[in-house]
């Protein structure tokens, strides 16, 4: 079926640092795109998203790449700091106008940043 | 506002014991959905429900019902559990139809099935 994969499973930056979480997926009628940042023992919590129409979206400290040629997204964090330690999954919905939350989602990177 | 509250928050059943986990939002959401997350992997759609009465399979609903009779409550239960339901399950909400800006999750419910 298809499936939405990580490239790294574990990553490590010291603080202050500029962090990169890559994602592939594999279907190309994914229509929008999101990253969700998860500490231990809480809920994913929305990151920043992007639609298939735009290549790049900026948020605080953050930015969502999205190469549709080669089915891939990134985010990127500037200036990483301790707090932003988490597991960090990609997610996307197919086109269509209902997707009704069914979110398929990434297997999750691990980042640690290191004061 | 409190969001998404779910209850329990840790709960360990033996094989064939039967369980209601209970999620609720304050936020006055259309959307609900039931996920569960194992180790490694991220959250996989169980069912979800577009209102109040209604409710749908998701991508892995074997072995699971759910109930949506009032709209700010989204049960999900295990009739029979087994070991393969052990699990961290999360509920979220959304006022729209896609899971976005608009989306909240619960703190989740850790299951074992022994």
């Known amino acids: 079926g298809e499936s939405v994969g990580l490239h790294l499973p574990t990553l490590s930056v010291q603080e202050g640092d500029n962090s990169i979480i890559n994602c592939a997926y594999s279907?190309?009628?994914?229509?929008?795109f999101i990253w969700y940042k998860q500490e231990s023992g809480k809920g994913p919590q929305f990151i920043i998203d992007?639609?298939?129409?735009?290549d790049k979206r900026q948020g605080q400290r953050v930015t969502v790449l999205l190469n549709k040629t080669v089915k891939h997204l990134s985010l990127q964090i500037a200036a990483t700091q301790p707090g932003d330690s988490a597991v960090y999954f990609c997610?996307?919905?197919?086109?269509?106008?209902?997707?009704?939350?069914?979110?398929?989602f990434g297997q999750g990177t691990i980042l640690t940043v290191h004061p | 506002n409190a969001g998404v509250t779910q209850t329990p928050k840790f709960r360990v059943l033996k094989t064939g014991q039967s369980m209601t986990l209970l999620c609720a939002q304050d936020?006055?959401?259309?959307?609900m959905y039931w996920y569960r997350q194992d180790p490694g992997m991220g959250l996989r759609l169980i069912h979800y429900?577009?209102?109040?009465?209604?409710?749908a399979k998701g991508e892995v609903p074997d072995g699971y019902n759910v109930s949506r009779l009032k709209k700010q409550n989204f049960l999900l239960g295990l009739e029979s559990a087994a070991p393969s339901q052990t699990s961290v399950y999360f509920c979220?909400?959304?006022?729209?139809?896609?899971?976005?800006?608009?989306?909240?999750f619960g703190q989740g419910t850790r299951l074992t099935v022994v």
């Open positions: 279907n190309s009628a994914s229509d929008y």
């Open positions: 936020m006055n959401h259309e959307y």
């Open positions: 992007i639609r298939s129409n735009m």
């Open positions: 979220a909400s959304s006022y729209g139809v896609r899971l976005n800006t608009e989306a909240f």
């Open positions: 429900s577009v209102g109040e009465g209604t409710t």
């Open positions: 997610a996307e919905t197919p086109a269509g106008g209902t997707s009704y939350g069914k979110l398929t």
